[in-house]
T-cell receptor
Framework: KAGVTQTPRYLIKTRGQQVTLSCSPI?????VSWYQQTPGQGLQFLFE???????NKGNFPGRFSGRQFSNSRSEMNVSTLELGDSALYLC??????????????FGEGSRLTVL | AQRVTQPEKLLSVFKGAPVELKCNYS??????LFWYVQYSRQRLQLLLR??SRESIKGFTADLNKGETSFHLKKPFAQEEDSAMYYC??????????FGQGTRLTINP
């Protein structure tokens, strides 16, 4: 099976712009979780989608949003970008809800730089 | 809310020496804990989970409810063990929450 695929791998934006990141889960996986990884904060949970519904949400402002499509692919969007949004955004998929197994399969990440 | 704390951001040991990566958790019930690892230029991946009581790549982790700890141990470190290690806990039976991570460096 192909692994979790994230696009784009790298992108540079300027403050105030918006960005959309895409994630294709492992075939058959219905849950997609998003995390923000930074050197100072480590891995911080953004949200989880399962069967096109947001099931859990972390403590991020409303500028961060996401959605999931019927084929389980997911996108996350960050609007009005700030310098502090520069990070590696990781997507992870699992067969069931992350909280039921704890076993996530991660993508390589999308590295966002905000100038 | 359940959370995990990894007190060491950096840990450096010599090859062949024992290694212990610390993880403390806050939870009053029966937690579900995990260790994830990210090798250089590789994806973050599950290393082991406490419920399995398994040894992976020579690593073991025992849940100590009295000390609320889930430390990751290996008796003899190898250079290929150099990586970023994250402790994680299932929070509220809903989401997987990670610690801040410990970067382990094995010196030759």
């Amino acid at each position: 099976k192909a692994g979790v695929t994230q696009t784009p791998r790298y992108l540079i934006k300027t403050r105030g712009q918006q960005v959309t990141l895409s994630c294709s889960p492992i075939s058959g996986h219905r849950s997609v979780s998003w995390y923000q990884q930074t050197p100072g904060q480590g891995l911080q949970f953004l949200f989880e989608y399962f069967s096109e519904t947001q099931r859990n949400k972390g403590n991020f402002p409303g500028r961060f949003s996401g959605r999931q499509f019927s084929n389980s692919r997911s996108e996350m969007n960050v609007s009005t970008l700030e310098l502090g949004d520069s990070a590696l955004y990781l997507c992870a998929s699992s067969e069931r809800l992350a909280g039921s197994t704890g076993e996530l399969f991660f993508g390589e990440g999308s590295r966002l730089t905000v100038l | 809310a359940q959370r995990v704390t990894q007190p060491e951001k950096l840990l450096s040991v010599f090859k062949g020496a024992p290694v212990e990566l610390k993880c403390n958790y806050s939870y009053s019930g029966s937690p579900e804990l995990f260790w994830y690892v990210q090798y250089s230029r590789q994806r973050l991946q599950l290393l082991l989970r406490h419920i399995s009581r398994e040894s992976i790549k020579g690593f073991t982790a025992d849940l100590n409810k009295g000390e609320t700890s889930f430390h990751l141990k290996k008796p003899f470190a190898q250079e290929e063990d150099s990586a970023m290690y994250y402790c994680a806990i299932i929070q509220g039976a809903q989401k997987l929450v990670f610690g801040q991570g410990t970067r382990l460096t094995i010196n030759p």
